[in-house]
């Protein structure tokens, strides 16, 4: 019979990676489905952000195989691999200062294969998903709070229609009441068939809504499991993700 089983978006296999001397990634592999939530959990310095920036190219030392949508990124430079429909938002957000929120989005719809034809589109929708950056897109962005910033970093990314977006540590720095709120978006984003690959100190956070998750710990993946089984299990939870 024929194997009918679906090809990963992202098919991670024996990913090294090095700063310097230091071998931080020690031979990781992980997928990643179309449509599917997965997260990285572990204590910090396990090697997750690693794993995003070898992924997306950002290393200058790295081995192994990352195969996305057909491509072997690692064999590919950085920019290619955003081309290729992989989105990155880094934990620093990195607002561009003097633009508007609506000038900020437009960035991403601009990198977006088509998204000078559906610029008009694109904002409606990704305001739509984003009700408080729709109340605030001719604000200067850098003006809005950390919270209101990491939205909008999430919102340029999405504007450019990548096939995958990855999001490292999304509520660092952020006050509860809106990681509660970025979190509901991260929902209806997940109902709108966004794959996404997320690092989060959160466990919780991160749990609830992932389908599955990788535990990391010194450079290794050292379990797997659905993400509900893993929010049910709070012994392992103590063992390699407590501080």
Partial sequence: MEDTKPTPLLAVDNLNAW?????????????????????????????KTTSMKSIMGLLGRTSGHAWFDGVDLLEKPAHERFHHGLAFVFEERRIVPGLTVLENIELGVMASPDGRKRTK????????????????????????????????????AMAASPKM??????????????????????????????????????VEHAL????????????????????????????????????
């Fill in 121 to 156: 589109a694109i904002v409606e929708e990704i305001a739509e998903t984003f009700p408080r950056l729709k109340e605030r897109l001719l604000q200067e962005a850098v003006t809005m709070s950390g919270g209101e910033q990491q939205m909008l970093a999430i919102a340029r």
């Fill in 208 to 243: 609830r809504i992932s389908d599955r998750a990788y535990i990391m710990d010194q450079g290794e993946i050292v379990h797997e499991a659905p993400a509900q089984v893993l929010l049910d299990d709070a012994e392992i939870q103590e063992r390699y993700c407590s501080v």
């Fill in 19 to 47: 700063y310097g001397r230091s071998h931080i990634l020690q031979g990781i592999s992980f997928h990643v489905k179309a449509g599917e939530v997965v997260s990285l959990i572990g204590r910090n310095g396990a090697g």
């Fill in 165 to 202: 977006i990855m999001l490292d540590e999304p509520s660092e720095g952020i006050m509860p009441k809106l990681v509660d709120e970025m979190f509901e978006y991260f929902e209806v984003l997940k109902k709108k068939g966004v794959t996404i690959l997320l690092v989060e100190q959160s």
